[in-house]
């Protein structure tokens, strides 16, 4: 009897979320899909509910959850600045609470766990490009705490419980994600600009403009992802996953502009406490172990996920 794997994923119905179930059922996986759609949208993963191999539980990850899995992506944690200062203890508590919980399912199931970590583990670098092995400089009292310190202590979590339980843990730091499906009202600067830029409106540079991101589309982070829960247990990571292309945020805008054919002009504003000056992977790690880097460059990503925003805004001018 051919074997068919079953895969949990937590935040599954959100942004990255949605498209790692969407990949997992075309490999012939049973996917579970975990979301208590704070920030996951239903309509996100609508068009898989037909699927028999797929199945969409509400749930919120500080609570227990007891089912049979072979593998587990814990995805769920809002990411954006205005998702996760909405509720910071909440953040707090789905960064740490979340992961304890899904590591002791992974414990008691004997399934492979993949944390969904993040570059923000890195705070406001003071070293460029970004290796795994940097500690970081995180502000641990300020605005963006609850997010960065708690994805931190996921990490400490997912070691602490390889060491003492033997759990089969697979560690990703991922950067800058983006494509379709991303919350419009999240804040981010991908999908505040193209929404600006469609509604005709002035697109918002906060400082300078000059502070650096690296973009990566969101099915060559998928790939990613898949791939490294897929190494053998040796392999724990962390392990940056990211598009090592560095852009500053006024190029992006720039680009974005020519793209929409937007008249927007560009404004700025004071830049937020702790927004890291430069955000950039080193991915030889990746490289090196999965065999992985990003094949979409910025232009040809954008284009899918301009025509997404270009019907969420015109869904919400109606």
């Not at 969407?22 to 609508?46: I, K, S």
């Amino acid at each position: 009897m051919h074997y068919v794997p079953r895969i949990l994923v937590t935040g599954g119905a959100g942004f990255i979320g949605s498209f790692l179930c969407e990949r997992l059922l075309d490999t012939g996986a049973e996917v579970l899909c975990v979301d208590n759609f704070f920030t996951g949208r239903r309509t996100n993963v609508a068009h898989l509910l037909d699927n028999p191999r797929f199945e969409v539980m509400r749930h919120d990850v500080t609570v227990p959850l007891f089912v049979e899995v072979d593998q587990i992506y814990n995805m769920a944690c809002p990411a954006s600045p205005v998702h996760y200062q909405f509720d910071p203890v909440q953040t707090t508590k789905t960064s740490v609470h979340g992961a304890i919980n899904m590591l002791g399912l992974a414990k008691r199931t004997r399934a492979k766990i993949l944390q969904a970590s993040t570059s923000e583990v890195y705070g406001d670098p003071e070293i460029h490009p970004q290796t795994e092995d940097y500690w970081g400089n995180v502000n641990p009292l300020g605005p963006r705490a609850c997010y960065d310190e708690g994805k931190r202590c996921a990490e400490t979590l997912f070691f602490d419980y390889y060491r003492q339980h033997k759990v089969q843990i697979k560690v990703a730091r991922i950067f800058n994600t983006y494509g379709p499906r991303m919350h419009p009202n999240d804040g981010r600067v991908v999908s505040n600009f193209i929404v600006q830029a469609l509604k005709g409106e002035d697109i918002t540079l906060y400082g300078d403009g000059e502070q650096t991101r690296s973009f990566c589309y969101v099915s060559d982070l998928v790939e990613g992802l898949i791939r490294l829960m897929n190494t053998s247990d040796d392999v724990t990571g962390p392990i940056n996953l990211g598009n090592p292309g560095e852009f500053t945020i006024r190029q992006l805008a720039e680009k974005i502009i020519e793209m929409t054919g937007a008249r927007s002009k560009l404004g700025q504003k004071p830049l937020p406490q702790d927004d890291p000056r430069q955000r950039q992977p080193d991915i030889t790690r990746a490289r090196d172990t999965l065999d992985w880097e990003p094949t979409i460059a910025l232009e040809e990503g954008l284009k899918p996920t301009i025509a997404y925003f270009d019907e969420e805004v015109r869904a919400m001018l109606g």
